[in-house]
């Protein structure tokens, strides 16, 4: 399902998110330059607790923040030309080791994401709202628990 939210709701969004969030998940991010991805991330790690300064790893590709409750790892792979060199940054090392992995740009590496994951689509609206879609990818059961939780059904 898509919405048209501002982005008092997208913050909003973004902590509802972080609550619901478990080792080994993944957040897949896509949407064009400017949507807010970046913002979103700072969101949920707010929600989550991380109190360092967000910021998008385009050039070191992942940031990684621990927690008492999991790490969670920022990946940006806006500049990865092909999906298979997201192994050259280690990315095997981080997925289903216990932490939460968010990733920008998700669409450009869809092939080697993990068999479940929560993707998010923003998509450019106005100067003061965005389009969003969330999607729970592998697994109904949980699908339909984190939109009834996040209030994104139909």
């Given amino acids: 399902m898509r919405k048209k939210i501002n982005f008092k709701e997208m913050d909003q969004l973004a902590k509802k998110i972080s609550e619901i969030l478990e080792k080994n998940d993944t957040i897949a991010l896509i949407g064009d330059l400017g949507t807010g991805k970046t913002t979103f991330v700072k969101k ?9 300064t967000i910021k998008s790893p385009t050039f070191t590709y992942v940031r990684e923040y621990e927690l008492e409750k999991f790490n969670v790892y920022h990946f ?8 298979s060199e997201i192994y050259e940054i280690g990315y095997e090392d981080y997925v289903n080791n216990d932490g939460v992995l968010i990733i920008e740009w998700a669409n450009l590496i869809k092939e080697e994401l993990p068999e479940e994951y ?3 689509t923003l998509e450019y609206c106005n100067d ?8 729970y990818i592998g697994n109904d059961n949980r699908k339909k628990e984190i939109l009834k939780y996040v209030d994104f059904r139909n």
């Fill in 44 to 52: 949920i790690a707010e929600g989550l607790g991380i109190i360092e």
């Fill in 76 to 83: 940006d792979v806006y500049r990865i030309s092909d999906p």
């Fill in 118 to 120: 929560i993707e998010i």
């Fill in 128 to 135: 003061e709202s965005r389009y969003i879609k969330i999607d």
